[in-house]
């Protein structure tokens, strides 16, 4: 009986310890930032990237109308959504949500997402004209998302 309640014991401290652990994660300061500010400056660059993306998305599956000024206005918007996100996954930013794989040594992330950056900084710049080379180059932004996601999120 004494032993059960030893194990109990030793069991409630070790979750009471990895919780006072887990919260001085959540609650510790960096670069003048808490972890949920952290974590809502990359969910909200994520959403506006989103918000921006799906419009050019919809129209590059013909659901709406093919219009090149409205692909200049997105994607202008889409490059200024895609601005930050860099500097939102600095080895300094806390890991949080995100998968820490990351941050490690030889990780691809900050090149594939200068990749994709890139890639809707030339949809901004040079504005497809024709339906079939805006669809290529949005299914190439697409597969960007896919593949990184495919890395480090899911």
């Given at each position: 009986?004494?032993?059960?309640?030893?194990?109990?014991?030793?069991?409630?401290?070790?979750?009471?310890?990895?919780?006072?652990?887990?919260y001085?994660?959540?609650?510790?300061e960096?670069?003048?930032?808490?972890?949920?500010?952290?974590?809502?400056?990359?969910?909200?660059?994520?959403?506006?990237?989103?918000?921006?993306?799906?419009?050019?998305?919809?129209?590059?599956?013909?659901?709406?109308?093919?219009?090149?000024?409205?692909?200049?206005?997105?994607?202008?918007?889409?490059v200024?959504?895609?601005?930050?996100?860099?500097?939102?996954?600095?080895?300094?930013?806390?890991?949080?949500?995100?998968?820490?794989?990351?941050?490690s040594?030889?990780?691809?992330?900050?090149?594939?997402?200068?990749?994709?950056?890139?890639?809707?900084?030339?949809?901004?710049?040079?504005?497809?004209?024709?339906?079939?080379?805006?669809?290529?180059?949005?299914?190439?932004?697409?597969?960007?998302?896919?593949?990184?996601?495919?890395?480090?999120?899911?």
């Open positions: 009986m004494n032993r059960k309640i030893s194990i109990i014991t030793i069991g409630l401290l070790a979750m009471i310890g990895l919780s006072v652990l887990g001085q994660h959540y609650t510790q960096t670069d003048g930032k808490y972890f949920r500010e952290w974590h809502s400056l990359r969910t909200d660059s994520f959403k506006e990237v989103r918000r921006n993306f799906s419009p050019l998305d919809d129209m590059a599956k013909e659901r709406i109308s093919f219009q090149p000024e409205l692909i200049k206005k997105y994607s202008a918007n889409l200024k959504a895609t601005q930050p996100l860099a500097s939102q996954f600095e080895p300094k930013a806390p890991w949080g949500d995100a998968n820490a794989s990351i941050w040594e030889g990780s691809e992330f900050q090149s594939m997402m200068a990749e994709f950056v890139a890639t809707t900084e030339q949809l901004s710049e040079e504005t497809p004209e024709d339906l079939e080379r805006f669809q290529d180059t949005l299914h190439t932004l697409r597969n960007q998302c896919i593949e990184c996601h495919k890395k480090y999120k899911d």
